[in-house]
């Protein structure tokens, strides 16, 4: 596991859901809901699977923690099976790995293939051509895939080896697999970037981490935070600028893989990342002119969780940056709140015609809390999550999610708004103002998708913007 200054790690329990909710699994045809993942799980974790049926695409077992996938491409019988090795270690410098057996009565799952004519490697050993997918192990904490080139000699801690990089064609073959994964809320380490931050989850089991008190939905992790922010040249005291509130989110990891019969490569194949979001923030006061807005992160959280796709394991890495980014003119006052909901999803999905192309959704709505907008002017506050989401260390989709609130002012104006049961408006002197609510999407997808065994791209592609923003409250006098 990596470590980070400052960093709180979560405990690491059983898994269970987070992220991104089964409901909005992304990715387009290439994906089937996460019910059918889960009930496909025994038969992805057999090692073999009923011809012409796709891998499912399931949570790795926590047996399964330490196991390693071996295929010989071109031998007979060369497809990933089970075995008993393991990737004992590795140096990322001198790409050379130890590979050993798995110690008798550990729950450690290896896979390979059977050896090819005329090998001359031991039985259960490993020999140059083979392709090793492994779980993370020392040396590798974002799991490994590569080939071995060179087999350097044994030693008490197993058979050395050289390797070099390799993509995840040559050992899904022409198989079909497709799911979705949920994150395990308690897999994250947190590294807090401002004093008030709070983390909290809870997962099946009545299992919880936070602040007591604090009411998260199973399978879902929260972060709290509160913070000022600079205020106006000349503000009085009570316009004092702040941003305050929460993110919730259940994220998934979304995988797809189409095997080509020609043996050239996929014939399609979806990376992405999904999940249900829920958010309750408030911007205060009269925020620092900036023409530019300024973005501050307040805490980053770090998952490698590991599919199992049929008999081999894909190793996810999974980022996550929470922020608040504010911009004003420094001249209004505001005091707004909104509740927010929906869902995203954003990866990249690949097919022969138009090679890799972006997907790109989000659904939110919102409710104002409170409202109220003092003087002319404007201000635009964002309380944001950008994710990343790769495969054995490498970064494939980078996806920033930022809904917003924004308050404007025309005209000397002092209005208010409430909202229920009691909703009244109120407001002074003339002029108009309005309050939106609002969600931006943009990401890339980059060069490393060439993982899956595609063609490498020429550079990162834009996963393009999305916009979307609706009126919270108005008013002219």
Not at 16 to 42: I, M, V
Request: aromatic share 4%; proline share 7%; charged share 15%.
């Amino acid at each position: 596991m990596r470590k980070r200054p400052l960093r709180a790690v979560m405990p690491a329990l059983a898994a269970s859901a987070l992220f991104l909710a089964a409901g909005c699994s992304a990715g387009p045809e290439a994906h089937s809901s996460s019910t059918a993942t889960r009930a496909q799980d025994a038969e992805a974790t057999s090692g073999t699977t009923d011809a012409g049926q796709p891998l499912a695409v399931a949570a790795a077992p926590e047996a399964a923690a330490t196991s390693t996938a071996v295929a010989r491409p071109g031998a007979a019988g060369g497809k990933a099976r089970k075995t008993a090795l393991k990737v004992k270690s590795y140096d990322s410098h001198t790409r050379r790995a130890v590979i050993s057996p798995t110690s008798k009565g550990t729950s450690g799952e290896t896979r390979t293939a059977a050896p090819s004519p005329g090998n001359t490697a031991k039985p259960h050993g490993t020999a140059v051509g083979d392709v090793i997918a492994s779980a993370p192990a020392p040396g590798a904490p974002d799991g490994l895939l590569a080939k071995v080139t060179k087999v350097i000699g044994e030693s008490g801690d197993g058979t050395e080896v050289q390797t070099a990089p390799t993509t995840l064609d040559t050992l899904l073959g022409d198989d079909d697999a497709k799911g979705s994964v949920p994150v395990d809320p308690a897999s994250f380490d947190v590294e807090r970037l401002l004093p008030d931050v709070k983390v909290s989850w809870a997962k099946t089991g009545d299992i919880h981490s936070g602040p007591e008190g604090t009411k998260v939905p199973l399978g879902s992790l929260r972060v709290d935070v509160g913070a000022k922010v600079g205020t106006a040249a000349g503000a009085p005291a009570s316009a004092t600028a702040s941003v305050s509130g929460f993110v919730q989110v259940a994220p998934e990891v979304d995988f797809s893989y189409g095997g080509d019969s020609a043996g050239s490569g996929p014939g399609a194949a979806y990376l992405g990342v999904s999940g249900d979001w829920t958010s309750r923030w408030a911007v205060k006061g009269r925020a620092a002119a900036s023409a530019q807005p300024v973005r501050v992160p307040f805490a980053k959280l770090h998952a490698d969780p590991v599919l199992q796709v049929g008999p081999i394991p894909v190793v996810v890495n999974l980022d996550l940056t929470c922020y608040f980014q504010i911009s004003a003119d420094g001249s209004v006052t505001v005091d707004i709140e909104q509740d927010l909901k929906g869902d995203f999803k954003a990866g990249g999905t690949f097919g022969p015609a138009k090679g890799w192309t972006p997907v790109n959704e989000s659904h939110m709505t919102s409710s104002p809390v409170r409202t109220a907008v003092t003087a002319a002017g404007g201000v635009k506050a964002s309380l944001g999550a950008e994710a990343t989401v790769g495969l054995y260390g490498t970064v494939g989709v980078t996806a920033d999610l930022a809904p917003y609130l924004r308050g404007e002012a025309a005209g000397s104006l002092d209005a208010t708004s409430t909202t229920g049961a009691t909703a009244k408006t109120g407001a002074g002197a003339s002029g108009a103002w309005a309050v939106y609510g609002g969600v931006d999407l943009t990401g890339t997808l980059r060069i490393q998708l060439s993982i899956f065994g595609t063609p490498v791209l020429q550079h990162s592609i834009p996963l393009g913007t999305l916009h979307r923003e609706w009126k919270l409250a108005d008013g002219k006098v």
